[in-house]
């Protein structure tokens, strides 16, 4: 991050750290520089050796330096009494310095070797310090931090040499191993892995969080009050962050809202800037998008990851040209790049705005693009926008009470159950089938707040296909299926298992039945989802690599929380997903600016479409396209 003063590592931490590096390659590295070592000091003390000859007789000898090291070497190997000449002197002092080397070097090799020993041990054991700048810390390790790391692998592939720095109570061998196995090639990024406590101050210094750009606090899972642990590893920090000139991002995962207010205190005056993700709220609210939505899932998974089109801010100051138009023309001013908001000079996020704001110098813009050096202004000035093409606004989408059904309950069915509330219209139906038991009552009074929805409970075991046939899928607008697991197995396979199997009944029993049913499943592990997804678009959330990659992207620029929260509430703008023959008429040739235009007359901002299944965002406004009744138009839209 340019313009940030950090702290920067001391000469001998940076000699210390290169030479830990070249230690850890292995023995050849060893091996030549002990070689290295011993040949240096034998030499010198050779050539101190024939400057004291020089010193006692005045003179030097009579053969060269190289003529001495020679014989001597050879009275070494045959020691027979010859005639010495005029360098018997010079030949002795030599031969008194090979001795001494040799003594000297089997004393350092003797030294250097326990010291390697003693650093090797510290090496394997992750105890030393990491000289880096400008690099992103991970305290802490779970089951999101693979994601994570290949995220901001894929972020850091532009930017060659950066590092990721991991501290956590494992043994960094296999952390490393783990890491290898999982993700594979680093692209050029340096991750590297400490063993130790974050809660301990001198294991947290190993990884110089002074000096980085951002830090991710990961929620440990083994934990009973995992929020306590972190709120005790930002106040470990807070005893170490330090003259900067602008606050470190903490991105830290919490299980709990409430606890997001003494994370803030705990930091209070500190030059800290706490960022706080909780999946209770996000995958909620991405459950409920996806579930209304059908196919928004995999939307939000393009945007969300480093390895195809991102949200970025841009200054005005990178397109001067820009300032004091209107914000329909910065819409219209690039060709491989969506424009979906501006933030003005007090950070105030305004997403999908008014088409005829003025954009001021002050502002930023918000583009979904490739990567961040791809948002560049377009040469072309005819948008050839096909006006015959278009079908003018006035189109009703449809509204009125829905009905919902959810199979299966979890942690995250309250929440879901309130999320979903605040969508739909009053008289809206929604019917739960789990195996709920004893815990009805309690379900039922957290979600006490709902005022849309009539909630109707059916119990039975939803891997139990008469009890799932009982139900009339027909009925139901959206369905959505919840991991449930009645045995109690804290195994995510065994857990992801039991939803597959779910879920399957469900897709044959529409089949049977030729039914069209809109489903989005929740699943635990990315493995389970490859499994179940058959190819068609379907909607499916994985709790784990969904916040992983959030993390991942806040971790970057920490600013996005604002962005992602109006995207995924109700209030402001969101994506949806459109039917494409609302918008232009079928099967007809156009360019991306005549669906751009075809939304600016509703107030909305295309930023791509799904055509034969395939997700286009940030599809290319230049290129031509035909779209059928049955592909759909991505908006960026209020309601």
């Known amino acids: 991050m340019s313009g940030k003063k950090c702290n920067r590592a001391t000469w001998r931490q940076r000699l210390r750290y290169r030479f830990d590096n070249y ?31 020089q010193a006692v007789f005045g003179k030097p000898g009579t053969d060269t330096l190289a003529q001495i090291f020679a014989r001597t070497f050879m009275l070494i190997l045959v020691p027979d009494p010859v005639d010495l000449g005029d360098g018997t002197v010079a030949y002795f002092s030599a031969l008194f310095a090979i001795i001494a080397g040799l003594f000297v070097g089997g004393t350092l090799i003797g030294i250097l070797s326990s010291a390697i020993d003693d650093r090797m041990d510290q090496l394997r054991r992750g105890r030393s310090f990491v000289a880096e700048e400008n690099h992103t810390v991970i305290l802490g390790w779970s089951s999101k931090i693979f994601r994570i790391v290949s995220e901001i692998v894929i972020a850091n592939e ?35 892995c400490r063993t130790g406590k974050p809660i301990v101050t001198s294991d947290m210094e190993l990884v110089n969080i002074n000096a980085a750009r951002s830090v991710i606090v990961l929620s440990p899972e083994e934990r009973k009050d995992p929020d306590s642990h972190i709120i005790k590893i930002l106040l470990t920090a807070a005893k170490i962050v330090s003259d900067r000139d602008e606050a470190l991002p903490f991105v830290v995962e919490l299980m709990d809202r409430r606890n997001q207010e003494i994370c803030r205190i705990a ?48 200054s005005l100051e990178e397109f001067p040209s820009l300032v004091g138009k209107t914000f329909k023309d910065a819409v219209f001013a690039f060709d491989t790049s969506s424009i979906i908001g501006v933030v ?81 219209h009053p008289g809206s139906k929604l019917t739960i089938a789990a195996a709920i038991g004893d815990d009805i009552e309690k379900i039922k009074e957290s979600w006490s707040r709902i005022k849309n929805h009539e909630v109707d409970i059916i119990q039975g075991v939803t891997g139990d296909r008469r009890f799932l046939e009982t139900i009339d899928f027909q009925a139901y607008d959206n369905i959505l299926i919840l991991p449930h697991n009645p045995e109690g197995s804290k195994e995510f396979e065994d857990i ?105 007359r509703r107030q909305e901002i295309c930023i791509g479409y799904i055509k034969d299944n395939e997700i286009l965002v940030n599809a290319q406004k230049s290129k031509a396209v035909s779209l059928s009744p049955r592909d759909k138009v991505i908006v960026v839209a209020e309601h």
């Open 23 to 53: 230690m850890a390659r292995g023995a050849a590295g060893q091996i030549l520089l002990l070689g290295a070592a011993s040949f240096f000091f034998f030499v010198v003390i050779v050539s101190i050796s024939i400057l004291l000859h």
């Open 158 to 192: 532009n930017h060659p040499g950066l590092c990721i720095a991991i501290l956590a109570d494992h043994d960094s061998v296999e952390m490393e191993q783990q890491l290898r196995e999982r993700i594979g090639d680093y692209r050029g990024t340096n991750v590297v």
């Open 267 to 314: 930091v209070r005056g500190k030059m800290i800037n706490v960022v706080s993700i909780l999946p209770e709220v996000a995958i909620p609210r991405l459950l409920v998008q996806s579930c209304r939505k059908r196919g928004l899932s995999n939307v939000y998974l393009e945007l969300f990851d480093f390895d195809g089109d991102e949200i970025y801010f841009h």
């Open 344 to 424: 003005d000079a007090e950070g105030k996020v305004d997403i999908n705005p008014d088409y005829s704001l003025v954009l001021k110098e002050t502002y930023e813009l918000l583009s979904i693009s490739e990567d961040d050096d791809t948002t560049v202004l377009s040469s072309i000035t005819d948008y050839r926008i096909n006006e015959d093409a278009i079908i003018e606004a006035g189109y009703a989408h449809e509204v009125g009470a829905e009905r919902n059904l959810i199979i299966g309950c979890n942690r995250f069915l309250a929440p879901v159950i309130r999320e979903l509330d605040d969508y739909v």
């Open 496 to 600: 992801d298992a039991a939803t597959i199997k779910t879920l399957v009944f469900v897709r044959d029993i529409a089949y049977q039945k030729k039914l069209d049913l809109s489903i989005t499943t929740e699943m635990l592990l990315e493995e389970s989802r490859a499994v179940a997804d058959l190819g068609e678009l379907g909607d499916f959330v994985v709790g784990d690599e969904i916040i992983g990659r959030i993390i991942a992207q806040l971790a970057e620029e920490f600013r996005l929380k604002e962005v992602f929260r109006i995207l995924l509430t109700v209030e402001g703008s969101e994506i949806y997903l459109r039917q494409a023959d609302d918008y232009v008429k079928p099967n007809v040739e156009i360019n991306g600016y005549t669906l751009l235009e075809a939304c600016k």
